[in-house]
C-alpha cells in the first residue's frame, strides 16, 4: 500500500513539474522572441469589428500585445485615448487584424460611402502629393500593388516572407500585382505630416476600395505585412499577373 501511495506521490510531482517546465519554456519563448528588439504595445482585434463601429465600443473587442517595432505599421494603435474615442473605424476588421491610426475616421467620412452590393470596403493608407485628392476619386478603377521582404531562396515568383517589410542589408524586396482592377469608393485626405509645410508636401490619404471577400483577406494581408500601392487603371489598360519585380532584376531590359 506504502508502494502504491509513494508511487502516486511521484506521479503528481512530476506532472507539477513537467506543467511547469512547459509554462517556463513558453514564457522564455516569447521573450526571445522580443530580445534584441523594441517591444512597442498594439491593439489586435480579438473579432471580427464591423466598419462604422465607434473606437471607444471597439475596445472591448481588442487585445493588448507587445510586438516587435520593426514588423508592425508605423501608425499601429497601443492604445485608445480620449481623442480616439469618438472616431470610427473605415472598414471592417477581420480577427487577428492590427488597429492602426489610418483605419479610424469621423463619422461623416465613414457614412458618405457608397458601397456597391455584395462587396466590402477596405481602407489603404496611400502617400500622395498635393494633387493626390483629385487624381484619386469615387468611381476610378485601380490596381494593387504590394510590395513586400521576399521568403530567402524562392523565386521566380517571389513569396512573401511574412514579416513586415523593412529595409535592412541582405533583405532582398520584390513588388508583384496584388488585385488588377477594383472600384475606389473613397478619399479622405488627413492633415500633412508638417501643418506648415508648403502645398507640395506630400500628405496621407485614405483610399477605401470595393471588394469582394477572397479580394479583402488579401488585401489586409498585404497591408499587414508589406507596403501597398494604387495604379489607376481604366478599359484599355493591360493589367496581368507576373512574376513580380524584386531588387536583382529591376533594371533588366525587357518588360
Known sequence: MNRRIL???IAVLLAVVGTTAVLIY???ADARA???KEPVPVLVAEEAIPAGTAAEAAKSLLRAENMPAESVPS???????????NLVTSAPLAPGQLLTRSMLVERSAQESIALPKGKLAVTIPVEAGSQ???????????????TFTVEQGTGPGFIPSGEKLTFKKGNNHATRLLLPKVEVIDVVAEKPRNEESSASSF???????????????KLIHALNTGTVSLAQVNDDS??????????????????
Open 7 to 9: 508511487a502516486i506521490v
Open 26 to 28: 513558453v514564457n522564455n
Open 34 to 36: 522580443l530580445e534584441g
Open 75 to 85: 501608425d499601429v494603435l497601443g492604445s485608445i485615448d480620449a481623442s480616439l474615442e
Open 132 to 146: 493626390g485628392e483629385d487624381q484619386l476619386s469615387s468611381g476610378l478603377q485601380v490596381a494593387v500593388f504590394d
Open 203 to 217: 500628405g496621407k490619404y485614405l483610399v477605401t476600395v470595393a471588394v469582394s471577400q477572397r479580394e479583402a483577406e
Open 238 to 255: 493591360k493589367v496581368k499577373s507576373g512574376v513580380g519585380i524584386d531588387n536583382r532584376n529591376l533594371f533588366n531590359k525587357g518588360g
